[in-house]
Structure formats: structure tokens, C-alpha cells
């Protein structure tokens, strides 16, 4: 039908050209800018395109050169000084704590190589290896946009270049990432895909100490490569991407899952793969008719005992995470990594259940992490008892926070302006003057500092309806609670109840921000990484390590370690004082008829947080405690941990003496008062 006009009877009368004054269109000087600004474009594209073409012809001739001077794959070197060199962990004071990386390295022939387990491998990481260039155009964009530290959507030539030739490896820049382009493009044009292929799986790490496709045959099924079956060789392409997290999963585990969906992703890409060229994968047929492989039983060096294992496997994610490094280059880089983890401290930590809760059922979830408010350095934590059958208690395992997720809400109604008590001194009473408790309800709580003390759901919950749970979500997250963790529970006002499931570390990391005046400072242990070569890894958080994060207020803080501080001293069945002197401030929670007890506090130098729950979600039950609560258990193990990790430690008050939204004069209290 075409554009639609205006009617006849809503159609402007037209004004002759001659007859258009200033107030009929755009002023005279405009129109002139105008006429001025179209002439200049006219003159300048045609010199803008000739310069941009030459610009891009420079670039294509630069790029000629720099591919003509690489040099031929067959006279480089292979990767010497990184190979086989384990990575070292040191505690605080220096002192080893384990090394990673005692690998084993077989190399074998391309003819060792069956079909079953090149199949399984392309149809995991490659599908169209056989007809894709050796250079990825995504991986390449991203790797430009990313100033060349991105990793992912590299082809096993690009994968197999950096690996295995000398130079490639230790660099995470545009100079490495060009470099590992030109030799691919090279490579690609130069070796036959069964070499590159070749080459490709002797060099890579698949978990078990295992580096190279045969040593990973022998660790998973204790057979040569060449026996592998089409299950078995997709198994060996679905742990590559994630060998630490995939070489000892647990039977009905979360990681199993993970998994068994990479290996049907690898089944899936080889039956893929013949639909597209018959001579390679195989048919739906046959891949149906595949099983999950059962692997062989893996039980690593006793060099891993005790809390040890679980340092590795915290060191190995940080390493991941925050420095950007693979497994293979993690086993085999001979980096030397320095943690803030104090061996007595984590020693303590293993010690101080037993100490407090010597009856302590056989497969509690014992959570116990220490955090530095200061700088965010992990001190110490409990892990568990067998890293290889149990997830980390402490820095993995999650349950129910219950009332220690009040503080959070507390915050974030005091940066609102919401939940301030009248202004009163001292010798009012009261729970914070010298007066008695009243009786039932919430103790006469008419504000959330009171309600703090007195351990009250209801005020806090109608403060989440007051404020939204989202304002409260976001207090918690820019503390130090892990995001994911909102993920566990509704978004609804039942949230200050506790129903999220959060790690120990989640808890010693927002209190820790508490202790820090409302500054928080990024968790982590690792404090140094140092490559073969001398130089230090700079992690990606590094900027906010050193000025932190503003997650509320100093006097919202403040006000927040007041309340806490007197719930230590005032709410019933805690005992969470030190003989050390040293001021405390926490808060107890239990959950769901004691299916979690925690209790979560700080001193000005460690914040401290401990929680026990049971693997099947059931409610604890502890001889010896009638009543299960976190005041009566996990309190206990916070008082013998903290009062050996306060031993020797300056006794400091929290800041400034006197609160700040209403209710000064009251000082705060110590272990000694």
C-alpha cells in the first residue's frame, strides 16, 4: 500500500522558498553550520576510506612479514622447562605445605591412538577439526577484545601450539596470543592432522597426575590407550576441559552429574561427526548402545592426607579463577604459590571440634573458616576428613544460615535510615543499659539493634517486606556473600529467617566487612604466584584487594557491631567470650529444628564463622547437647578456635567507641568485662 500521507484536510500548506522566514524552520546560522558541515563530509570521506584502506593494507602487510619470519613448526623446540615441574604451596611463613604436579607422561606413536578415542576426543572439544582452519575467528575476537588473557574457543591446533612449543605457554598477552596464531596458522598448513592430533593429546593434562592420553588411560582404566572402547575414549574427551573437577568424582555427586552430561555431549558430537563424514564418529546406533564407563579406583599420595588435599583443591580454583591458569599449566608449570593459610591455625581448626563437641556424630558437616578483615586473606578452615569422598566443608558445603543472615538485614535498613533506636545512655534499662530482659515475645524489641540482641525473626522479616529482599540480597553480596548463594532459597521476606544456604567462608567474609567498617576486601589465599621464569602473576582482583569495596557505611557497621556485640553478652545460652581479652561480636542461628547451628562473629583482627549440618538434611542430633542450637554448639567451637588464634594477638576495641545513629554513651564490651 505504501507510506501512508497526511489527508487533505491535515496536510500544512507549503511556504515558498523565497517567503520561508527564521520562525519558520531552523535559524539562518544553523542552516548555514549545516550546509558547511555537509561540504566538509563530502571533501573528507573519499581521503578517510583512501587512509582506512591503506591502514588495513599495512595491517594485511605487517602481518605477511610477521608470518613469513615464523618460524617452520619442525624446527621449533618443545616446551622444556615447564614439563613435569610440579607447583609448590607454601603456608604464610613461608613453609611447604604440599606440591602439585608429580605427573606421569608417556608419549605414544600416532598408531597407539585408536579411532575410539580420537571419536571421543573430537567429538568433545572439535567436531570439524578434520576441515576447520587451524585459527578460530571467535576465539580469535575474543582473545583480541580481551587484550589476549581470554581463554576458551581455541582449536586443538591452537590448544596443541601452546602447549607444546617452546615461548607459547607462560605469556597471557597480545604478544603471546599472536604469536600462538601465526605458529597454528602454521602449523595447520605444515603438519598432518594426525600429527597435530598426536601431539595434541601427549601434551595435554587429564587429571590423576596423568599427562598425555596414555598415562590418562592407565590412571582411569587401567589399560594401555590402543584398548580404550568408544565409551572409554569418550571419556577421555569429556574430562579435558575440567580434569581437577573430573579425576575422583563422588557415586550420585553433583559433579558426577556434570559429568555424565559431558560424556553424552562427546557421544552426541561423534555420532555428530558421521552424520557428516561416515569415515568418522560413529552411528546412532552404536551410540546408544554405549554405557557410562566405570573407572578404576584412585587414591592419591599420602603427601595429601589430612587438610592438605583440601588445600589443593581450594589453591588449584583460586589458581583457576584469579590468575586465569589451566590445570595443565597449574600440574605442571612449576609455579611457586604463597597462601595466607597458618598451619597451627589450621590445625586448630581440625582440633576444635573435638575440643568443644567431643561427641560429635561421625559425618557431620563440620564448617569452620577464618578470615582476615583487613585484607580478606583466608587464615584457616576446616575441610573435612577425606578430601577425595567429601566436599569441603567450609568453602563448598552449604546449609541454611538461619539467624546469622539478620545482620545483612540489619545493614541494609540502617544505611535506609530504617531500624535506629531512640537516643538513650547507659544507665537506662534495657538490653543495651544495665536493666533486665522483659518477658516473652522479643523481649520488648522496638528496633533492630535490640531485636539483634534478642535473636527475633519477626522485626527482621518485616523489615524485609519494609525494604524488598533485594536491597538485603545486595548488603549481603557486597559484604561477601557469594551470589550464587541467593540462588538456594525464594527472593520473599522469609530470607531473614535464614533460608539461604551459604559456606562458612560466605559468613567469615561478611562479618569480616562488618569488623572492617563496612569496607570489604575480596577473600582469597593465595598472595603471590611466581612462574619458572621469576615473574609475578598479577591476579584479576588486584585493584579491588588493595582498595576494597564500600559495602555500607563505617557508622552502619559500627552500629551493626555494637548489637552484636551485646547479643554476645546478653542473648541467652552463648558462650562465645575470650579469655584473651579481645572485644567479640557475632550472632547465633539455627534452622528448621536444628537442621544447621551456626554461630558467626569477628574481633577487630579475625572473623571467624562455624556451622554443622548434616549430609542428609536432617536435623542434628549431638550427645551430650539436650538442646541443639548454635549457641550450645557451634558457639563452643568458635570460643576454642578463637581463643588459640587470639593468643599473643593486641587487645583493640572495634573503632570509635560511641554509636552513631541514636544510641551513644555505651561502650563496647570485652572478654574481660
Do not use: C
Not at 596464531?181 to 595447520?188: D, E, F, M, Q, T
Not at 555420532?271 to 548402545?289: N, T, Y
Not at 564407563?293 to 588435599?309: M, N, R
Not at 523481649?443 to 527482621?460: C, I, K, N, R, Y
Request: avoid cysteine.
Amino acid at each position: 500500500m505504501g507510506r501512508r500521507g497526511r489527508t487533505d484536510s491535515t496536510r500544512r500548506p507549503r511556504t515558498p522558498r523565497h517567503r520561508r522566514t527564521a520562525t519558520d524552520g531552523a535559524p539562518k546560522n544553523g542552516g548555514r553550520r549545516l550546509h558547511r558541515t555537509r561540504r566538509l563530509i563530502a571533501r573528507a570521506w573519499k581521503p578517510l576510506a583512501a587512509t582506512s584502506v591503506l591502514g588495513l593494507g599495512a595491517l594485511v602487510a605487517v602481518f605477511v612479514v610477521a608470518y613469513t619470519q615464523t618460524p617452520d613448526p619442525r624446527d621449533l623446540q618443545p616446551q622444556e622447562r615447564a614439563l613435569l615441574v610440579g607447583s609448590s604451596i607454601a603456608y604464610d611463613d613461608g613453609g611447604e605445605a604440599l606440591t602439585v604436579g608429580k605427573l606421569k607422561r608417556i608419549p605414544v606413536s600416532e598408531d597407539q591412538i585408536p579411532e575410539t578415542v580420537i571419536n571421543g576426543v573430537l567429538g568433545s572439544e572439535q567436531r570439524n577439526f578434520y576441515t576447520e582452519p587451524g585459527v578460530s575467528p571467535v576465539g580469535l575476537a575474543r582473545a583480541v577484545l580481551s587484550g589476549g588473557s581470554a581463554g576458551g574457543g581455541s582449536t586443538i591446533t591452537q590448544q596443541m601450539a601452546r602447549n607444546y612449543y617452546d615461548g607459547l605457554s607462560q605469556e597471557r598477552s597480545y604478544t603471546r596470543k599472536v604469536k600462538e596464531i601465526l605458529i597454528s596458522i602454521k602449523v595447520g598448513r605444515t603438519l598432518p592432522p594426525g600429527e597435530i592430533l598426536t601431539q595434541y593429546l601427549n601434551t595435554i593434562y587429564f587429571g590423576r597426575e596423568a599427562y598425555g592420553v596414555q598415562a590418562a588411560a592407565q590412571a582411569y582404566f587401567g589399560k594401555d590407550v590402543e584398548d580404550l572402547d568408544a565409551a572409554e575414549g569418550a571419556f577421555i574427551g569429556a574430562i579435558i576441559q575440567q580434569p581437577a573437577n573430573f579425576e575422583n568424582v563422588t557415586p550420585g555427586s553433583e559433579m558426577e552429574e556434570v559429568l555424565k552430561d559431558r560424556w553424552a555431549y562427546a557421544v552426541d558430537g561423534m555420532v555428530a561427526m558421521h552424520e557428516d563424514d561416515p569415515e568418522h564418529g560413529i552411528s546412532q546406533a552404536e551410540a546408544d548402545a554405549l554405557e557410562f564407563p566405570e573407572t578404576v579406583d584412585y587414591t592419591p599420595g599420602t603427601s595429601l592426607s589430612g587438610f592438605k588435599g583440601y588445600i589443593k583443591l581450594a589453591v588449584e580454583r583460586e589458581l583457576r579463577e584469579r590468575y586465569g591458569l589451566s590445570d595443565a599449566q597449574i600440574a605442571a608449570g612449576g609455579y611457586e604459590v604463597e597462601t595466607s593459610l597458618n598451619e597451627r591455625l589450621m590445625k586448630t581448626a581440625e582440633k576444635a571440634f573435638d575440643t568443644a563437641l567431643p561427641d560429635l556424630p561421625e559425618g557431620t558437616n563440620k564448617g569452620l573458616a577464618a578470615v582476615d578483615p583487613a585484607t580478606g586473606e583466608i587464615r584457616a578452615f576446616h575441610g573435612g576428613a577425606d578430601f577425595v569422598n567429601e566436599l569441603d566443608h567450609s568453602l563448598v558445603q552449604r546449609t541454611q544460615a538461619g539467624a546469622t543472615f539478620q545482620p545483612y538485614v540489619l545493614a541494609a535498613a540502617l544505611e535506609q535510615g530504617i531500624g535506629r533506636p531512640e537516643t538513650r545512655s547507659a544507665d537506662i534499662p534495657g538490653p543495651f543499659g544495665g536493666g533486665g530482659r522483659d518477658a516473652g515475645g522479643t523481649g520488648g524489641a522496638t528496633d533492630l539493634l535490640q531485636a539483634t540482641v534478642e535473636s527475633a525473626d519477626v522485626p527482621f522479616v518485616e523489615t524485609v517486606v519494609k525494604i524488598g529482599p533485594e536491597s538485603v540480597t545486595e548488603t549481603a553480596r557486597k559484604a561477601g556473600v557469594d551470589e550464587e548463594q541467593f540462588e538456594t532459597a525464594a527472593m520473599e521476606p522469609s530470607i531473614a529467617s535464614g533460608t539461604f544456604q551459604l559456606t562458612a567462608l560466605d559468613q567469615a567474609s561478611g562479618f569480616a566487612t562488618f569488623a572492617n567498617g563496612g569496607l570489604h576486601k575480596p577473600r582469597h589465599m593465595i598472595t603471590k604466584v611466581t612462574d619458572v621464569n621469576g615473574r609475578v602473576l598479577e591476579p584479576v582482583d588486584a585493584a579491588r584487594l588493595e582498595r576494597g569495596t564500600r559495602a555500607f557505611s563505617a557508622a552502619t557497621a559500627l552500629d551493626a557491631t555494637f548489637a552484636m556485640n551485646e547479643a554476645v553478652h546478653r542473648a541467652p545460652g552463648i558462650d562465645a567470650v575470650l579469655p584473651t581479652g579481645q572485644p567479640v561480636a557475632g550472632v547465633t542461628g539455627t534452622y528448621g529444628n536444628a537442621r544447621s547451628a551456626w554461630f558467626a562473629g569477628y574481633t577487630p583482627q579475625l572473623a571467624t564463622a562455624v556451622s554443622l549440618s548434616r549430609p542428609d538434611g536432617e536435623p542434628l542430633k549431638i550427645p551430650g547437647v539436650e538442646e541443639v542450637t548454635g549457641g550450645s554448639t557451634s558457639a563452643k567451637v568458635w570460643t576454642a578456635f578463637m581463643a588459640e588464634a587470639m593468643q599473643g594477638q593486641e587487645v583493640r576495641g572495634f573503632g570509635d567507641e560511641t554509636a552513631t545513629h541514636g544510641w551513644n554513651q555505651v561502650s563496647r564490651r570485652t572478654g574481660g568485662s
